[in-house]
């Protein structure tokens, strides 16, 4: 993640790869909705945020300079009742700073059961840990829910931003969004 401003990294996003002994690199376009529909994701991506707060700290350990590690996280993983305790018991036994970890979370995750979602991002939010939503503008952007949600960044989905320059409706789009983030006093990523 790099400031656009300032041009420095400000920050960067964790992601699964599958390279596979025999059938080599699987996209996760194809082993993610398998992982969903097993309710395998919950298990992997318990896992994905132990390996970045792992990762993280021993980078800040060697001296780099501390950053934001982001992480994805399904609805399905989201919706565990013990999700915000395992989120702190992660990040009790990798000794990472809450504030260097980054929560990824898709609109389309949090319209059902909004109250109980909300409580949960509160409680992540308390606790210290940065609070996103994902592919904003792709799925059901109900700004009456949006406004309630204590967040700390919309993310601008990719297929808005990759034909901004050429497309006068992504163009005009990504721009109500960056209005929209400012107005809201929330930071801004543009993916891709």
């Given at each position: 993640?790099?400031?656009?401003?300032?041009?420095?990294?400000?920050?960067?996003?964790a992601?699964?790869?599958?390279?596979?002994?025999?059938?080599?690199f699987?996209?996760?376009?194809?082993?993610?909705?398998?992982?969903?529909?097993?309710?395998?994701?919950v298990?992997?991506?318990?896992?994905?945020?132990?390996?970045?707060?792992?990762?993280?700290?021993?980078?800040?350990?060697?001296?780099?300079?501390?950053?934001?590690?982001?992480?994805?996280?399904?609805?399905?993983?989201?919706?565990?009742?013990?999700?915000?305790?395992?989120?702190?018991?992660?990040?009790?036994?990798?000794?990472?700073?809450?504030?260097?970890?980054?929560?990824?979370?898709?609109?389309?995750?949090?319209?059902?059961?909004?109250?109980?979602?909300?409580?949960?991002?509160?409680?992540?939010?308390?606790?210290?840990?940065?609070?996103?939503?994902?592919?904003?503008?792709?799925?059901?952007?109900?700004?009456?829910?949006?406004?309630?949600?204590?967040?700390?960044?919309?993310?601008?989905?990719?297929?808005?931003?990759?034909?901004?320059?050429?497309?006068?409706?992504?163009?005009?789009?990504?721009?109500?969004?960056?209005?929209?983030?400012?107005?809201?006093?929330?930071?801004?990523?543009?993916?891709?």
């Amino acid at each position: 993640r790099v400031d656009t401003k300032s041009g420095q990294i400000k920050g960067m996003e964790a992601l699964l790869r599958w390279i596979h002994p025999e059938m080599g690199f699987i996209s996760p376009a194809k082993f993610i909705p398998i992982a969903e529909e097993t309710g395998l994701i919950v298990t992997i991506g318990e896992w994905v945020i132990l390996e970045a707060c792992e990762q993280n700290r021993r980078w800040i350990d060697c001296g780099f300079p501390p950053l934001r590690v982001s992480v994805n996280v399904s609805g399905l993983q989201f919706q565990q009742a013990n999700f915000v305790e395992l989120v702190r018991s992660i990040l009790e036994e990798t000794g990472l700073d809450p504030c260097y970890l980054e929560l990824e979370i898709t609109e389309n995750s949090m319209i059902n059961d909004v109250e109980d979602n909300i409580a949960t991002l509160m409680r992540l939010r308390e606790m210290g840990v940065y609070i996103s939503i994902d592919d904003f503008g792709t799925g059901y952007s109900s700004f009456s829910y949006l406004k309630r949600f204590p967040i700390h960044a919309l993310k601008i989905d990719q297929s808005f931003v990759r034909d901004v320059a050429t497309d006068k409706n992504n163009a005009a789009i990504v721009k109500a969004i960056v209005q929209l983030a400012h107005h809201m006093n929330v930071s801004l990523v543009a993916e891709g």
